[in-house]
Nanobody, 123 residues
Framework: QVQLVESGGGLVQAGGSLRLSCAAS????????MGWFRQAPGKERAFVAA????????YYADSVNSRFTISRDNAKNTVYLQMNSLKPEDTAIYYC????????????????WGQGTQVTVSS
């Protein structure tokens, strides 16, 4: 079992930055591929970024590529999402997720989910 807790969300103006954190607990949590997803009001949960368990590989949605950076510190069992040049369309609840597989971009492939953190970008 893996427990995930997100933090770092908030209100920011367009063009600003935020860094989200996801603290993982549980046995062998550092061996999981970790992903970030987001869900805007009235929309389905969508893939944002993912990082392999050893950080050897990352993958991003086209909409955030070059603006967001995913990273992890396995010594701290924490995954980060640095979000720069934020846009109003980035407004959503951001969720952290874990999977035992290689990098995946669909929600059914992830086994564990956090409760989410709200990110609001004002124009």
């Amino acid at each position: 079992q893996v427990q995930l807790v997100e933090s770092g969300g908030g209100l920011v103006q367009a063009g600003g930055s935020l860094r989200l954190s996801c603290a993982a607990s549980g046995r062998t949590s550092s061996s999981y591929t970790m992903g970030w997803f987001r869900q805007a009001p009235g929309k389905e949960r969508a893939f944002v970024a993912a990082i392999l368990w050893n950080a050897a590989s990352t993958y991003y949605a086209d909409s955030v590529n070059s603006r967001f950076t995913i990273s992890r510190d396995n010594a701290k069992n924490t995954v980060y999402l640095q979000m720069n040049s934020l846009k109003p369309e980035d407004t959503a609840i951001y969720y952290c997720a874990a999977t035992k597989t290689i990098i995946r971009i669909t929600t059914p492939d992830y086994d564990y989910w956090g409760q989410g953190t709200q990110v609001t970008v004002s124009s």
